[in-house]
């Protein structure tokens, strides 16, 4: 296993299963044969918070389900080290919720998709 550094920031009041995201976010790197060392940066907030960076990032006064911020776009930033980082995915956990009770899975599941999507956009893999 490669090495793969995933700080995970999480809003007190609510219950991530923090080796779940971590196992998703290194199954992604791996399925992509990503080598060396990594760090991606999660954070799970709630809808104020989200929607603040949505209005800021995206120029929409909403809240949605995932950021992702890559430290391959926009200016580069020289970091004088080994470790490759990919950047951020923000998850609303609210809004997570909301779209699991309506899509009728599990809360740990729609994390799962959401940030294994978030990884493929970190990596340069966007959909269509």
């Known amino acids: 296993m490669e090495d793969i550094q995933i700080p995970i920031f999480v809003e007190s009041r609510y ?4 080796k779940r995201i ?59 080290s080994e470790i490759l980082r990919l950047g951020d995915i923000v998850l609303s956990y609210p809004q997570i919720i909301r779209d699991a009770s309506a899509e009728e899975v599990l809360v740990d599941d729609k994390i799962d998709e959401l940030v294994e999507h978030g990884t493929l956009h970190l990596l340069g893999i966007n959909h269509d």
Not at 15 to 18: A, F, K, L, S
């Open 15 to 18: 219950r991530v299963n923090r």
């Open 22 to 80: 971590k196992k998703a976010i290194s199954k992604i790197i791996a399925e992509h044969e990503v080598k060396g060392q990594i760090e991606v940066s999660v954070a799970i907030v709630g809808d104020r918070k989200m929607r603040a960076l949505s209005k800021k990032y995206k120029g929409e006064d909403k809240t949605r389900n995932i950021l992702s911020f890559s430290l391959s776009e926009g200016e580069s930033t020289y970091l004088p």
